[in-house]
């Protein structure tokens, strides 16, 4: 089993930045893959972006592509999403997630953190 814990959430002007942790417990963080999502008040949940088990490999949805960063450190069981330039339409409560299982273009993830609010003020 996996617990994880996101932080770094809060209220920022437009235009802003934050950085996002995601602290896994409980098993190997390098044997995942891990994503972020985000899911605003009466919008369904959406993927932000995802980071390869060894980091080498990133994607991004559109929507954020040049202003959210994903990271990780292994040796801290830690992954982070830095987020610049933020926009109102950012605000949401962003999640990450860890999984194990990919076919094609298609990726499981097992495990889910609570969340952390984002509020984007314009």
């Known amino acids: 089993q996996v617990q994880l814990v996101e932080s770094g959430g809060g209220l920022v002007q437009a235009g802003g930045s934050l950085r996002l942790s995601c602290v896994a417990s409980g098993r190997t963080f390098s044997s995942y893959f891990m994503g972020w999502f985000r899911q605003a008040p009466g919008k369904e949940r959406e993927f932000v972006a995802r980071?390869?088990?060894?980091?080498?490999?990133?994607n991004y949805a559109d929507s954020v592509k040049g202003r959210f960063t994903i990271s990780r450190e292994n040796a801290k069981n830690t992954g982070y999403l830095e987020m610049s330039s933020l926009k109102a339409e950012d605000t949401a409560r962003y999640y990450c997630a860890l999984g194990m299982v990919s076919s094609g273009m298609t990726y499981r993830y097992d495990y889910w953190g609570q969340g952390t609010q984002v509020t984007v003020s314009s």
């Open positions: 980071i390869s088990r060894s980091g080498s490999s990133l």
